[in-house]
């Protein structure tokens, strides 16, 4: 009888959800909180030749008042380093709950420095855009970027580590933006706290102690760990407040289209239509969930937005050559305005070599009586990002000194 009254409930939920998915595109929708949208795949994909932009506002919560327990007020303070974020296709993964952190997210989870990841470039991997938004140098505050989406390249991922804490961050795995074959408008997810697997600290300020073997990425939850140095440990909650809200709000789609109005074809102009999509009434909100501890997740109710008035579509002349091309053109222009840090506008380049100080001086002998060494070293200007050569060795050694500086103890010397 149990069993018949589940199955039932469940029927009803799903038919509830299929029918306000299937009305019309702007929806509100309650969704369980789940971990990742990575094995979430709409049933009619987004067509291929439309870009469209979308914005990603990172909102943390981090304060004393929602987290009291070891919170760090200096040396340093609560705060969220860089966001970094990729859109890319199904093949390409950031970091995933349930697998081993690959050495760009280590390094990013611990150190907050993302030069490993910034390896694998643009186009590369199933990649198609690679983006960041500054730092968040207190424990609440917001952070905001915008990148590239197209048909075949639908998802995207970010992450931004916890300062301090041993390997924690905040993130989105895979979230798929394109539903029912259309852009969605706006999506809302409130995040918990994620643990990279590479460092066994329970607490924000723990010294370094590297995890051996390395553990599975995994969400840090109120009761899990289960120990009591642990600073995000409060057992008498069943569900932490949201650490972090990752909201994505679609800016504007770009469609091709033919433009027939002269007779001969090859003259034709390409047209790109801009269709502003602001109305952003479509809000979801989803959490990250427990892949090790499997513990089912209630629901949660989508805020409310107040719509934004959709302006009349505007059309760009570009010379008709391919699609390629014509995507090109757009995203360069597009690139020109998008703030990619504080300091200003930063374009897409290609790879960038190691580049490394001229030699120093050799260091004096080791040993002022026999044979000892001698280096010397160099330091790294530059380090490599997008596929550049590596860097190359940053000291060398050399072998100094003889008996005869021995000063007349060259008898003494060898007798062995």
Known sequence: ???????????????????????????????????????????????????????????????????????????????????????HNPSYILWRLGTDAN???????????????????QGE??????????????GSGKTEAEFFVDGNHSRVSLMSRIIPSPDWFVGIDSLNLCEQGSWVDSLTFEVDPIDAGTDNGFTFTAPNWATSPQEKIY?????????????????????????????????????????????????????????SENDISNVVHVIHENVKLNKAITTTVASEVEPVTEPAPRHYEIPSTSKDAVISEIVNTY??????????????RGPR????????????CS??????????TRTILKHPR?????????????????????KGAIDHYFNW
Request: charge should be positive; proline fraction near 7%; charged fraction near 25%.
């Open 219 to 275: 969400r840090i939850s109120s009761f899990y760990p289960n120990h009591p140095a642990n600073s995000f440990y409060y057992p008498q909650l069943k569900r932490l407040p949201p650490l972090a809200t990752f909201r994505f709000i679609k800016v504007k789609e770009y469609e091709l289209s033919q433009v027939f109005y002269h007779e001969d074809k090859d003259t034709n102009p390409l047209f790109l239509q801009s269709e």
């Open 125 to 138: 991997g199933g990649i198609y855009d690679e983006f960041s938004a500054p730092p968040i140098s207190t």
């Open 353 to 364: 070599s190691c580049h490394v100080s001229d030699w120093s001086e050799w260091t004096p």
């Open 386 to 406: 997008r596929g550049g050569k590596a860097c190359p060795p940053l000291q060398e050694n050399k072998w100094c000194g003889s008996a005869r500086s021995c």
């Open 103 to 121: 050495d760009g997210v280590k390094t990013f989870a611990e150190l907050g420095k993302s030069d490993v990841l910034d390896t694998q470039s």
């Open 367 to 376: 040993k002022t009586c026999g044979i000892g060494e001698s280096f010397r």
């Open 335 to 348: 690139e020109q305005r998008r703030t990619k840090n504080k300091k200003g506008t930063k374009q897409r």
């Open 1 to 87: 009888m149990l069993l018949l009254f589940s199955v039932l409930a469940c029927t009803v939920l799903v038919t509830l959800m299929d029918a306000a998915v299937s009305s019309n595109h702007n929806y509100k929708v309650s969704k369980p909180r789940l971990y990742s949208t990575a094995f979430v795949t709409s049933q009619e994909p987004c067509k291929a030749d439309k870009l469209t932009v979308y914005k990603v506002v990172l909102t943390t919560h981090w304060t004393r008042e929602k987290f009291p327990k070891q919170y760090p007020e200096f040396r340093p303070h609560a705060q969220f380093s860089k966001l970094v974020g990729r859109s």
